[in-house]
Every structure is written in C-alpha cells, then in structure tokens.
C-alpha cells in the first residue's frame, strides 16, 4: 500500500491515550506518525511503520470520528 502525507491509519499498538490512529505528516526514509488522540508525533524507520501499521483510514470512518469526539470532549 502507498501512503501519503494526510493520510490517517491505524496501528497494531494503542497509544498510551488510547488512539490506535495516526495521521501520516512524513512519507520517506523514515515515517513520522501524528497520534489522532493527542497530537503526540513519533519517528519510525520505514520498515518499522510499514509493519506495525494494519490499515488506513478514511476521514468517514467512524472509529476515525469517533476519536475526534473524544479528543473534543477531553478539551472541552
Ligand atoms: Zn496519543
């Protein structure tokens, strides 16, 4: 599968705010994941990000809306 900047997708390992989603913000050598739950952004070597993610995400998704509505109600 191909992935680009923007792209959301979701992950084998659950971040410790309980998102398992992540917005692609670097494509290349190495990976950088931006956690949709809290903003917290990680670095991973290509091959690491390419096996630890399951599945991208479309912005419809539920389990992506959903994720923004909790995130909403914790900064509310
Ligand atoms: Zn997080």
């Not at 705010?17 to 990976?31: P, Y």
């Amino acid at each position: 599968m191909e992935y680009h900047i923007g792209d959301i997708v979701r992950t084998k390992k659950q971040h410790p705010c309980g998102s398992k989603l992540w917005e692609i913000v670097r494509v290349g050598v190495d990976f950088k994941l931006k956690c949709v739950g809290c903003d917290h952004v990680i670095t991973l070597e290509r091959p690491k990000a390419l096996k630890i993610i399951t599945k991208k995400i479309s912005k419809e998704d539920k389990e992506y809306i959903k994720e923004i509505e909790k995130r909403k109600q914790k900064n509310a």
